[in-house]
């Protein structure tokens, strides 16, 4: 599955969706779009990754370096909607308060 990855800014706010696969051969593409994300005049980052079927350690560092960036940034980061096996994966990996993952 390719990847897909849009971007909304609604007032004060930036809207990420992810759709497909995020693996090493496409994690530079989703570090774009949020660094862009992030250059905007906002002040929360939302990340939806609802139809993320997969990822991998490369594109979990690119979140997190997100986040890590957001907040230097004064940006409050949340990552939302995440299927079962991703949040697995996150959660094994012990990166679910730092996204701020919620599953509403």
Known sequence: MSLSITYTHE????????????????????????QDALSDDIKQLIIDIEHMSYIDSTGIGVLVGAAHQATTCGVHTQVIHPQRNVLRILSMLGVCEELGISQS
Do not use: F, P, Y
């Not at 007032?11 to 779009?33: F, P, W, Y």
């Open 11 to 34: 007032q004060a706010q930036g809207i990420v969706n992810v759709s497909g696969e995020v693996d090493v051969s496409c994690a530079d593409e989703l570090r774009t779009k949020l």
